[in-house]
């Protein structure tokens, strides 16, 4: 979609800060960070939310989680047993859970401690 951030951002259009790319699935770390580590993982094909990306392509989907899986490790928020120190992985769906770019992502939060409930 040439009117999408995220879309532009794979095409080369918007310069981004890479961290992971495969044949489907970019991620690079976020403009604003939430934390000391944030990365957002996309598919390179666009899909508007996560359910929309399930129903479509279910295979890409699990892609686009075992590539946010490798951001983390490669980050250093996952040792070797598979779960120290930690991270969170957010996706946001529509406005009310504050979705501002309709091309799904996964942010992969970490490097500090995450309080619970969120928001």
């Known amino acids: 979609m040439s009117d999408c951030l995220f879309c532009r951002m794979v095409a080369g259009e918007i310069p981004a800060d890479v961290v992971h790319s ?3 699935v970019f991620a690079f770390r976020d403009i604003n960070p939430q934390a000391p580590t944030h990365v957002l993982v996309i598919p390179k094909d666009h899909h508007r939310t996560v359910g929309a990306l399930a ?4 295979a890409l ?3 686009v989680i ?3 899986q490798d951001v983390a490790r ?3 928020l996952v040792a070797g047993d598979g ?3 930690g991270f969170r992985l957010v996706t946001n769906t529509g406005p009310q ?3 501002t770019v309709h091309h799904v ?4 939060l970490g490097g500090r401690h995450m309080n619970w409930p969120p928001g």
Not at 55 to 58: G, I, N
Not at 105 to 108: D, I
């Open 22 to 24: 495969t044949d489907r």
């Open 55 to 58: 129903a479509a392509d279910p």
């Open 61 to 63: 989907l699990a892609e």
């Open 66 to 68: 075992s590539a946010a």
């Open 74 to 76: 490669q980050e250093g």
């Open 83 to 85: 779960e120290e120190p």
């Open 97 to 99: 859970a504050g979705q």
């Open 105 to 108: 992502h996964l942010h992969v």
